[in-house]
């Protein structure tokens, strides 16, 4: 009997029939007593398996009344199922009549995961007796609890405690600690601290404190126990001493200290990292029994992907227990098995200037920074204007003119170099489409300029006026060099970019300056960027993750050199000189203004990205002035700020 230490596991090839073995049967027969037990046997075991014995014949009591100790006695064992077996017979002669004993093999599916998942087996056995009917030649099982398990008195019972394992870390590559447990505190009504006050006003007066929604909160006090905490919102602990006094002045309301796994503040990398939270109905029916009620799983982002991975396995702890409650023998224990870190590749102190530099900001937007040289992502920031969304990895927005990189590169490969003179009038009509540049845009700069020219200061009729030369399947291969394209598992969902496909001759045409049917994200101008710079990256963000199964074209050394000094003259003289005066290695630059909606004028999204050293950066935001004026300023603060370890060294082809 194994009641305790490493469990035993059910072997593959097992199997779950009766295993018989007769002995004295013919002596049995010789006596008149029942000829064969297993029948009988077959099915106790049965019973015990579907916890439902209402159809076995017992000896000295009605099978009703069987059923309710069953149910009494394992009452404290659920939800885990319990499978029993038969694996011996045996029949002994007395003086009075037969008497049958039958060995059980019982083996209880704690956590609901099946045969490979937590299960404690264990023998046991039951005692069978011929029938008192006269003529009746069936035998009938003489119940006592010792059949569920040969520690249980007449009286006591089974029960299982389930502990959970500690969460494993988030941590960067360093081992730097991004989400690990941190003290919170958990603020509600105690219904027995009101002390005759109205819960509902109590409850009313607690959520305006901590600023939930009212009326949903009053109805989960209103419905709850009379000895119920009911938890309104937790809190971080330098949230907490900030409402501690008006929570405590409040009839009823309290403060429970406790752990919850935390970023180092709130707005930390939080739409990608996701949150933790008690696990609801779905998450634990969706489990097969892998998560109890009172666990606590990932909710969303990487917490909810990787929940199994963080969250380890859980202990389990079976006890016979005296019906008084105050003695119990351990029968079966196993320690939980703690979860396993998740490593990410982003930088604490990166990402945490990225998180403060957006702050402010109100309309959604995001910065996206990695090392081309890895492809290593060191932040990926969501302002908070998106509520929660991961704009800098979901987002799919016009990149606008920061997609010029990409037709510059369709460009070099027609044959059209750096120093190719190209129009750039005022206007140009495509097929009855006028396009015309930016406001702003210098007169010095219009009429007949070399590419690299057009491409600094973002003429849009120069790139429009080359749409017969750079022809849609160059686009989609050049989009594909940059890094644009259906990802594989990245190790996170994401979108990185689509150039689509263009119903007309017009639409190609404002493909060319990043609108039409061309989409991208922060993540994918990043990217798009830092590829400009080394050929085709493949962004990592968890270590030892997947990467892209697209194959993109390759660009060639010379190409990468050709599109970062025009991106250089971008920067030097053109529309991205905000960042003309940044310390350390040359910066290399595009702005980038797209329209959108359907408003007059239009609105516009703010786009910027640069490569400097080993470092390449995209900054967005949705609702702008324009990529140079609203995104080049955050881009520029970043730069600055930013550790310079990361630009010291340049990859190559960078400037």
């Not at 994918?524 to 962004?539: K, L």
Request: glycine share 10%; with cysteine; charged share 20%.
């Amino acid at each position: 009997m194994a009641r305790g230490g490493t469990p035993r596991r059910r072997s593959a090839g097992r199997s779950w029939s009766a295993i018989l073995v007769a002995v004295g049967l013919s002596v049995a027969g010789c006596t008149g007593g029942p000829a064969d037990p297993a029948p009988t046997a077959q099915a106790l075991a049965a019973g015990l398996s579907r916890l439902d014995v209402s159809a076995v014949p017992f000896a000295d009591e009605p099978a009703t009344a069987v059923q309710d100790e069953l149910e009494s006695a394992l009452v404290g064992m659920a939800p885990a199922t319990l499978e029993a077996v038969v694996t011996g017979t045996s029949v002994a002669e007395s003086q009075e009549e037969p008497v049958a004993t039958v060995a059980l093999e019982l083996t209880w599916d704690l956590d609901g995961e099946g045969p490979a998942g937590q299960v404690w087996t264990y023998d046991s056995e039951a005692t069978l007796v011929p029938a008192q009917d006269e003529g009746d030649g069936d035998w009938r099982v003489r119940w006592s609890r010792g059949v569920l398990h040969p520690a249980l008195g007449e009286t006591s019972v089974l029960s299982l405690t389930r502990s959970q394992a500690d969460r494993a870390d988030v941590v960067a590559s360093d081992g730097t600690a991004l989400v690990t447990a941190r003290p919170v505190q958990r603020v509600g009504i105690d219904k027995l601290r009101l002390d005759g006050v109205d819960p509902a006003a109590a409850a009313r007066q607690l959520a305006d404190v901590v600023g939930v929604d009212a009326d949903s909160y009053v109805d989960r006090v209103e419905s709850a126990g009379d000895q119920a905490f009911v938890e309104a919102i937790v809190l971080r602990e330098e949230e907490a001493a900030a409402l501690r006094s008006a929570v405590e002045g409040i009839e009823g309301a309290r403060l429970v200290p406790a752990e919850l796994p935390l970023a180092p503040t709130r707005e930390f990398a939080r739409p990608l990292l996701g949150t933790v939270g008690p696990a609801t109905a779905e998450v634990v029916d969706a489990s097969g029994g892998a998560v109890a009620g009172t666990d606590v799983v990932g909710v969303s982002g990487l917490q909810a992907r990787y929940d199994e991975q963080l969250r380890g396995a859980p202990g389990y702890l079976v006890e016979a227990v005296d019906d008084d409650g105050e003695s119990s023998q351990e029968l079966f224990s196993t320690a939980p098995a703690p979860g396993e870190p998740l490593v990410l590749t982003l930088d604490r102190e990166t990402q945490q200037l990225a998180d403060d530099i957006l702050g402010d900001v109100d309309s959604p937007s995001a910065i996206v920074a990695l090392q081309p040289s890895t492809g290593e992502l060191l932040a990926v920031a969501s302002g908070p204007g998106a509520d929660g969304y991961s704009t800098a990895t979901l987002g799919q927005y016009a990149p606008g003119s920061i997609f010029k990189t990409v037709t510059a590169l369709a460009l070099l490969r027609s044959g059209t170099g750096p120093q190719s003179v190209l129009p750039c009038p005022e206007s140009v009509t495509i097929d009855g489409k006028p396009f015309t540049n930016y406001s702003g845009y210098p007169p010095t700069a219009l009429g007949d300029i070399e590419l690299r020219v057009a491409f600094a200061q973002s003429c849009n009729t120069a790139f429009v006026g080359q749409v017969d030369v750079a022809d849609w399947p160059s686009i989609t291969q050049a989009a594909a060099s940059l890094g644009m394209g259906p990802p594989a598992d990245l190790g996170f969902e994401a979108f990185l970019g689509t150039v689509g496909d263009p119903s007309s001759r017009v639409e190609q045409a404002a493909g060319l300056i990043g609108q039409g049917p061309v989409l991208v994200s922060p993540l994918g101008a990043a990217i798009m960027a830092a590829s400009a710079s080394v050929g085709p990256v493949t962004p990592v963000l968890v270590v030892e993750s997947g990467s892209r199964s697209d194959e993109a074209v390759t660009v060639a050394p010379g190409e990468n050199e050709q599109i970062i000094d025009m991106m250089r003259l971008a920067v030097t003289d053109g529309t991205a000189d905000v960042l003309a005066d940044v310390a350390g290695p040359p910066v290399a630059a595009k702005t980038g203004t797209a329209e959108f909606g359907t408003a007059t004028p239009p609105d516009t999204h703010g786009w910027m990205v640069a490569v400097q050293g080993d470092l390449a950066v995209a900054v967005f935001v949705q609702q702008a002035d324009s990529g140079s004026g609203t995104a080049g300023p955050l881009l520029r603060q970043f730069l600055t700020e930013v550790d310079s370890s990361f630009v010291s060294e340049s990859a190559a082809g960078s400037p």
